[in-house]
């Protein structure tokens, strides 16, 4: 089936570490995304990339950090920087923008701090 | 990209029509409207999206009034399987940011 995998579903992080979160997609889609949603809020866009080895900041990109080596991969980095990371984050993909085609999501990452 | 307003939340009765009315009367020419809803732990799903013409696919449709300056999502016949945060986004079709806002809570009860 076509879809966009965020793995892995539940992540923790201990004070100062580094964590990835995964996102792959296989809807030949060129464009990716990458969200935060915390408790009863709407989601924030953190970074977006709408072509392989290039990405733009969204609106909370601070202590974040991406790469988009691959058409189908768009791994988000929260470094130890992030000092509030808990939250729910979720991958997107979508056409090239200027179409007005949806973005579709993943099911999400839930990450805590121990 | 224009605000929109929605009720924070709304009851349906199993095997009637939910309607979910969305106001976003500063909308532009070239702005669309987009629907998804979001189960508790999952990713927003996509259900629908249009310009000016009424839309209809096998999950909904979307009345967008005249003046553009709100639309409503119809689920024709809702399911227990509905209960979800239903949200309405206005975006210019360049735009890379899907800005969700609270979006309505809709129950579908037994």
């Known amino acids: 089936d076509g879809g966009i995998t965020q793995s892995p579903k539940y992540l923790f992080r201990k004070e100062g570490q580094n964590v990835t979160l995964s996102c792959e997609q296989n809807?030949?889609?060129?464009?990716m995304y990458w969200y935060r949603q915390d408790p009863g809020q709407g989601l924030r866009l953190i970074y977006y990339?709408?072509?392989?080895?290039?990405?733009q900041k969204g609106d909370i990109a601070e202590g974040y950090s991406v790469s988009r080596e691959k058409k189908e991969s768009f791994p988000l980095t929260v470094t130890s920087a992030q000092k509030n990371p808990t939250a729910f984050y979720l991958c997107a993909s979508s056409p090239l923008s200027g179409s007005g085609q949806p973005q579709h999501f993943g099911d999400g990452t839930r990450l805590s701090i121990l | 990209d224009a605000k929109t307003t929605q009720p924070p939340s709304m009851d349906c009765a199993e095997g009637r029509a939910a309607n979910l009315p969305c106001n976003h009367s500063?909308?532009?020419?070239?702005?669309?409207v987009y629907w998804y809803r979001q189960i508790h732990s999952q990713g927003p799903q996509y259900i629908i999206h249009?310009?000016?013409n009424n839309e209809t696919n096998e999950m909904a449709s979307l009345i967008i009034t005249e003046d553009r300056k709100s639309s409503t999502l119809i689920l024709p016949h809702a399911t227990l399987r509905d209960t979800a945060v239903y949200y309405c986004?206005?975006?210019?079709?360049?735009?890379?940011?899907?800005?969700f806002g609270a979006g309505t809570r809709l129950t579908v009860k037994p």
């Open positions: 986004i206005v975006r210019v079709m360049n735009n890379n940011d899907m800005r």
């Open positions: 809807l030949n889609h060129d464009a």
């Open positions: 990339s709408q072509i392989v080895n290039d990405f």
């Open positions: 249009g310009l000016k």
């Open positions: 500063t909308i532009s020419g070239n702005e669309y």
